[in-house]
Structures are given as structure tokens and as C-alpha cells.
């Protein structure tokens, strides 16, 4: 039973382009969280969805940042227009339900932004 | 929200039991403490999770004194492959966006 799959693992992208990062939950799980953690630095969550659901973006910037999850296929991260400031380690986490003990993490996908 | 002090950093040598204690002196009375371990170039790996006294799993023990204002994950016999940033969340389940990763304590495993 494979883990969290994120893909790509690497990105590069140029200022202004778009990033589009995936992350295929663990079989079986409907709730998917997103992080980011910037060099040297924990953490920081940025949206929680369930299928076809948004359940809490407080962690999101209010732009150029959207993160989906249909009802097929995996979630998606996606950056436009993005910036420097964008670079940085995303991680996808998942669970089978809301009240999970322990979440299960991704290995991340690394964008760098040149 | 639970704010968490841990050690920025801890060395241990191969073989021995390693304690790390996290100081959560504001937890509420529905947080849990949850423990998660980092390596490098890998996302966070769920360790343990208590509410109160002593929780053990094959991989670790969390002990947490009767007032919660703090807990100390135990390491038995570590080597050198237990290397890795682990950090320390209070918080209620249910709640990601309540959950805060700090910067985490930095254990290096030495021969």
C-alpha cells in the first residue's frame, strides 16, 4: 500500500510561470492537507480539503494560490505567477478522517523559483 | 493556541536513550501532544501521540506529567539512523491548521 505520493519532486520554475504540484493521498484516505516549510523553518499548514471540498484555507495566501481536490484524481497545489518568495518545500499530508491520530506525510516537492 | 519550547538542538552517542522534552505551559484541556520525526529531504513521519501519563509504541515512549505543562519523548538505544529533526504539536485532533510546527529539536546520532 503505497504512502502519500507527491510528484513532481523537483520543480523549477521562471518568475511569472505557474507550478502545478500533485499529491495522490494514501489509498483510502478522503482528507488531504497542505504545508509549506521554508529553509530552516518548521512547517506552516496552508489548506485542508476534503473530496471536492474546501475545509479550511486560513494558512493560504489570498493570492495566486489554489489547491483543489476532485473527486477523481489527486489534489493539486497550483502557484501562478509565481516569485521568489515562492521557493520552498510543499508538503501534502492525509488522513482518513477529520479526528486522525497522526497524519501521513508526503515527501514533498521542492520548487525553486529562478 | 499551545505554544511548545523544545531544545534547539541534541547529540547523543549510538545506543543510548534519548529525552526530549517539550514545554507546552498554555495546552488546553482538549489538546493532545503528537511527536513527528524529519529527514532530510522527507516529509514529517508520526511518531506518538498522548493526552496524558505514558504512552509506548514500538518506536518510542511519551511520558506527560499529571499537570500537561509539558511532555518528554523517549528515544530507547538510538543510532545513528534516528538522526533527524523532531518536533514537537499540542492541539486538538481534527484541527490541522491549529497544529504548528516549530523549528523542532535537531538530534545528531554519533558512533
Known amino acids: 500500500n503505497a504512502g502519500v505520493m507527491q510528484n513532481p519532486r523537483h520543480l523549477v520554475r521562471r518568475r511569472g510561470q505557474e507550478a502545478r504540484l500533485r499529491c495522490s493521498p494514501v489509498?483510502?484516505?478522503?482528507?488531504v492537507y497542505w504545508y509549506r516549510q521554508l529553509p530552516e523553518e518548521g512547517l506552516k499548514f496552508m489548506v485542508y480539503?476534503?473530496?471536492?471540498?474546501?475545509?479550511?484555507e486560513s494558512g493560504m495566501p489570498k493570492e495566486r494560490f489554489s489547491a483543489e481536490f476532485p473527486k477523481e484524481g489527486p489534489s493539486i497545489l497550483r502557484i501562478q505567477q509565481v516569485v521568489r518568495g515562492d521557493s520552498a518545500a510543499y508538503f501534502c499530508?492525509?488522513?482518513?478522517?477529520?479526528?486522525?491520530?497522526?497524519?501521513?506525510f508526503g515527501s514533498g516537492t521542492r520548487l525553486t523559483v529562478v | 493556541l499551545a505554544k511548545t519550547t523544545q531544545p534547539i538542538s541534541m547529540d547523543s552517542y549510538e545506543g543510548q536513550e534519548v529525552n526530549i522534552t517539550c514545554s507546552h505551559n498554555?495546552?488546553?484541556?482538549?489538546?493532545?501532544i503528537t511527536w513527528y520525526q524529519q529527514f532530510p529531504s522527507q516529509g514529517p513521519r508520526f511518531i506518538i501521540q498522548?493526552?496524558?501519563t505514558k504512552v509506548t509504541n514500538e518506536v518510542a515512549s511519551l511520558f506527560i506529567p499529571a499537570d500537561r505543562k509539558s511532555s518528554t519523548l523517549s528515544l530507547p538505544r538510538v543510532s545513528l539512523s534516528d538522526t533527524a529533526v523532531y518536533y514537537c504539536?499540542?492541539?486538538?485532533?481534527?484541527?490541522?491548521?491549529?497544529?504548528?510546527f516549530g523549528t523542532g529539536t535537531r538530534l545528531q546520532v554519533m558512533l
Open positions: 499530508a492525509s488522513s482518513p478522517d477529520r479526528e486522525a491520530y497522526g497524519y501521513t
Open positions: 489509498k483510502g484516505h478522503s482528507h
Open positions: 480539503l476534503q473530496k471536492e471540498n474546501i475545509i479550511d
Open positions: 498554555n495546552i488546553a484541556t482538549n489538546d493532545y
Open positions: 498522548g493526552y496524558k
Open positions: 504539536l499540542v492541539g486538538p485532533t481534527g484541527t490541522a491548521s491549529k497544529l504548528t
